[in-house]
C-alpha cells in the first residue's frame, strides 16, 4: 500500500509540474502576441523592437473572467499604474527617447541612404534635355530610377 502513495504523489507532483509548464508558455505567448499587436497598431517600424520595454512589466489578468494583459509600473508620485498594451506603446511614442521606433514620430528627412526625389515636372521647366540627360546619368536615383545600362559590352 506504500508504495500506491508514492506512486500517487509522484504522478500528482509530474502533473503539477506539466500543468506549471503550460500555463507558463500560455502567459508568455499571450503577452508577447498581445504586445506584438499593439506596437504594430501604434506604428512601430520593427514591432519586436518594443518587446525589452513592454516585457518586463507586463502581466496577464484575469478581468471579469477575461485573461488581459496590461502593463504595470509606477508613475512619478510612486502609485502603481496599469496601462493596456495599446496605452503603454502610446505612452513610448511620447518619450523622444523612442521617436525612433515609429513610423509617425520619426522625421521623414533625406539622407544619403534614402535621397530626396526630384519634382521632375518643375525640374523639367528649369533646365535644357542636355541638363536633363547628364543629372540622369550621374544621379538617377535622385528621379527614383535605375542608373542607366553601360554603354558597349
Known sequence: MPENVEVLKKRAA????RAD???????DSTIRAELLAAAERGGAFHAPQ?????????KLEEVSGHSVV?????????????????????NMKKQAAHANLFHDTMGAKPSLATP??????K???TISHEQ???????????FGLDPLPKKGR
Not at 518594443?50 to 507586463?58: E, T
Not at 496590461?70 to 502610446?90: C, L, M, Q
Not at 530626396?116 to 515636372?121: N, Q, R, S
Request: aromatic residues 6%.
Open 123 to 125: 525640374l523639367l521647366d
Open 21 to 27: 509548464k503550460w500555463e507558463k508558455l500560455h502567459t
Open 14 to 17: 509530474d502533473a503539477e509540474a
Open 116 to 121: 530626396a526625389k526630384v519634382d521632375v515636372k
Open 50 to 58: 518594443l518587446l525589452p520595454w513592454l516585457k518586463k512589466d507586463a
Open 70 to 90: 496590461r502593463i504595470v509600473t509606477t508613475n512619478d508620485d510612486g502609485k502603481e499604474v496599469r496601462y493596456t498594451p495599446d496605452e503603454a506603446v502610446a
Open 132 to 142: 536633363y540627360l547628364a543629372l540622369r546619368e550621374k544621379q538617377p536615383e535622385l
